[in-house]
């Protein structure tokens, strides 16, 4: 096996550059940025393109019944020229007109059966050496293991509750263990189809050559993509893998691979980069951000949840990537903005206002992360506008709600009023003793520094501090203050209930809404919320 491969790679100007990696190579990129242009060029015209085998994403997945075997050459030359007579100084040409039809980049390739006799046709040809060989001696004559073995032991790896069956001429499938149900493989599923053609094309490839495959993840199960090609992989030790997708979580599944960002294509020139590792950045982050069109906004969540489905909804505009805690959220943002390869980007951040006090929602805002105008993300579906807006799609009053919701919220806050202002006086605390003078060197110095910074947190006052903002909001009903103060996750599940609707379905309705023509409407209701980021939202 080799330790590493070369691929060469075009620049502007007719330029080329070598690639260096491991057994496979990932290209990313958008649709419209040239992955297949780049794949035909690689296969036409790069310094490789003898040893290049390339597998279309438009493909007939048409598997023939039966086929007849024919010389092992005139059969590879078939399937990977187009033509049996290939002539050995030109095959670049014969490739072109025969295999792809003269449009490399946009023709259907339908080849399964040209693939069904190469595998046969080497298969028949083995054993007829096994044979001879069998014959020519009284020893014991170890059985060849064919192309069609590899594809059987690789298909039942990959799909462990399914079983080929090889017979003389084709090929049967049937649940594991129950040959009696077996019928042909023409009529397997899609699935199971694409698994036994990209086995088989791989291993018709040329020796120490470069399989280039569009969309490796067509047809396939998320659960079955990257184990089918790492077990493709161990099949050709000598073969570079390059793979074309748009699909992120294919390309950062398979190990040790060099990824190649592909920004563009302009007709004759490709934009591209390798993706280089960024600290504090996991790799699947880094890759969905570089194949993004749109400017970066990072939130809070996690993907499918009902505050991402809202973030989405509302900032279409944007590339939204719920990525767990706020702390989490600020150092990734902290982390795209310091690398120099992700220096064109418009990436933000935007977390819950959670008991901030203003000169961190300042600093913050420094760096490009932005608080909301409510203590949670939850809030959201709480606010009067929101209210009024589903209270109405309902059928309902839509001030008598809003009116209803707020005295709902403030009786709530009532009755945990000293746990609420406990944990605001608790930040204000916590965010006080961030500032330690850490510079301090030597015990009494440090003992000095930390004396005085205790001294100066007055408990009682930043306690009295507190208590009377919430008060205050209490005594006269500012329900848009104690959105801003109140940290409760569960408000909107118990809110649902002043709707009419059942506990939990508010969240589920202002989405329902949101995915409809009541998106515009919805949006402009929750602009105000999003405070200074308000004016990226269009």
Known sequence: MKETFFLNLPRKNNETEAIECLQSLVLIGANGSGKTRLGTWIEMDSPQKEKVHRISAQKSLTMPNNVMPKSIQLAENELLHGHKNTDISNRIHYKKGYRWGNFPATFLLDDFDKLMVYLFSEFTDESAKYLNESKRTSNKVMAPITKLDLVKQVWEKVLPHRQLILNGLNVQTCTAGNEESAYSASEMSDGERVVFYLIGQCLAAPEDGVIIIDEPEIHLHKSIQAPLWIEIQKLRPDCLFVYMTHDVDFAVSLPNSQKIWLKSYDGSNWDWELVQEVDGLPENLLVEILGSRKPIVLVEGVKGSFDAKLYQAILDNFLVIPSGSCTEVISTVKALKSSGQLHHLDVYGIIDRDRRVENEIESLKDNSIYTLEVAE????????????????????????????????????????????????????IKFQLNCFNDKATGEDNLKMALSSLTDNIEVDRIYSEKEALFTEAIESNNYLQLLKVYNRKSLAHQVSAVLGLKEGELAKTVLRFANSESIEEIKQALKPYFGDFAEKIT
């Open 377 to 428: 993300v939850e809030n959201l579906f709480c606010v009067p506008e929101m209210i009024k807006i589903v209270s109405a799609r309902l059928g309902r009053n839509p001030d008598e709600d809003s009116d209803a919701v707020a005295s709902f919220v403030i009786n709530r806050l009532q009755s945990e009023l000293e746990k609420q202002v406990s944990l605001h006086v608790a930040s204000e």
